[in-house]
């Protein structure tokens, strides 16, 4: 794995470029705007329910043009999925309560992809080159036993990333650069034009997890199973049409 150094001299001056940073009232999301302004960056605050399409997208064409994009918003399991709360002896089924983790799905996947979508949306609108940058969290990679639908989320980002990462790189000639990253479970702001890392965050350690993934796939997916899937794959790329 390759480990990183980042340091605050390390980010470029930012000054003409604007963000917008879902989850940015506190937390994680506020210590990144901080950084962003303290950079010189342009950071619009406003409210905004992410899980209300028709807000995003108001806030999408509110913020105008747009050079970074960081979807972070996310919240952790409101209940404990393996609680014994479900007597199926009851004879009415409807006596029995949905559980209330769709929450957790609907901000940190559904919202999360419809920030991306519509990210990508403002970028190719303006003809204009952009950073994605989606918030995952360490338990993407390694689930967290307490937090089984928090940690399947996160997973679930990743997954969003990494299929998305090929088709913004192949998108068609003249088209804007975009690139797409997660970082687990903090931001992160640098220089680099990367596309499709994931860089997981542990105290002040900072390990990028998606390119050794890459190389030894292989390994954990097997030769034949790699090549067939490429194969599978390229018969069902609809980018050109």
Same mark, same amino acid.
């Given at each position: 794995?390759?480990?990183?150094?980042?340091?605050? *001299?390390?980010?470029? *001056?930012?000054?003409?470029?604007?963000?917008?940073?879902?989850?940015?009232?506190?937390?994680?999301?506020?210590?990144?705007?901080?950084?962003?302004?303290?950079?010189?960056?342009?950071?619009?605050?406003?409210?905004?329910?992410?899980?209300?399409?028709?807000?995003?997208?108001?806030?999408?064409?509110?913020?105008?043009?747009?050079?970074?994009?960081?979807?972070?918003?996310?919240?952790?399991?409101?209940?404990?999925?393996?609680?014994?709360?479900?007597?199926?002896?009851?004879?009415?089924?409807?006596?029995? +309560? %949905? +559980?209330?983790?769709? +929450?957790?799905?609907? =901000?940190?996947?559904?919202?999360?992809?419809?920030?991306?979508?519509?990210?990508?949306?403002?970028?190719?609108?303006?003809?204009?080159?952009?950073?994605?940058?989606?918030?995952?969290?360490?338990?993407?990679?390694?689930?967290?036993?307490?937090? +089984?639908?928090?940690?399947?989320?996160?997973?679930?980002?990743?997954?969003?990333? @990494?299929?998305?990462?090929?088709?913004?790189?192949?998108?068609?000639?003249?088209?804007?650069?975009?690139?797409?990253?997660?970082?687990?479970?903090?931001?992160? =702001?640098?220089?680099?034009?990367?596309?499709?890392?994931?860089?997981?965050?542990?105290? *002040?350690?900072?390990? %990028?997890? %998606?390119?050794?993934? @890459? %190389?030894?796939?292989?390994?954990?997916?097997?030769?034949?199973?790699?090549?067939?899937?490429?194969?599978?794959?390229?018969?069902? *790329?609809?980018?050109?049409?």
């Amino acid at each position: 794995m390759t480990s990183l150094n980042f340091a605050l *001299d390390n980010i470029p *001056d930012l000054t003409g470029k604007k963000v917008l940073i879902t989850g940015a009232s506190s937390g994680i999301g506020l210590a990144t705007a901080r950084i962003f302004v303290q950079k010189g960056a342009a950071i619009e605050y406003r409210n905004c329910d992410i899980c209300k399409w028709y807000q995003l997208v108001s806030a999408f064409q509110h913020a105008g043009i747009l050079d970074i994009v960081i979807s972070n918003a996310g919240i952790i399991d409101q209940s404990q999925y393996l609680a014994d709360d479900i007597d199926l002896s009851l004879d009415a089924a409807d006596k029995i +309560p %949905e +559980p209330t983790y769709y +929450p957790v799905l609907d =901000i940190n996947i559904r919202a999360t992809m419809n920030v991306t979508k519509l990210a990508i949306a403002s970028f190719r609108n303006h003809s204009r080159d952009g950073s994605i940058v989606l918030l995952s969290s360490a338990a993407g990679y390694w689930s967290e036993q307490s937090l +089984p639908v928090y940690s399947a989320s996160k997973a679930a980002v990743l997954g969003f990333m @990494r299929a998305l990462r090929s088709g913004l790189r192949s998108s068609a000639k003249g088209s804007p650069n975009i690139t797409i990253n997660a970082v687990a479970p903090g931001a992160t =702001i640098t220089a680099l034009r990367w596309n499709g890392r994931g860089i997981v965050t542990i105290g *002040d350690t900072y390990v %990028e997890v %998606e390119g050794p993934l @890459r %190389e030894t796939r292989q390994t954990w997916f097997g030769e034949k199973s790699e090549e067939l899937t490429r194969m599978q794959q390229g018969a069902m *790329d609809v980018t050109d049409i």
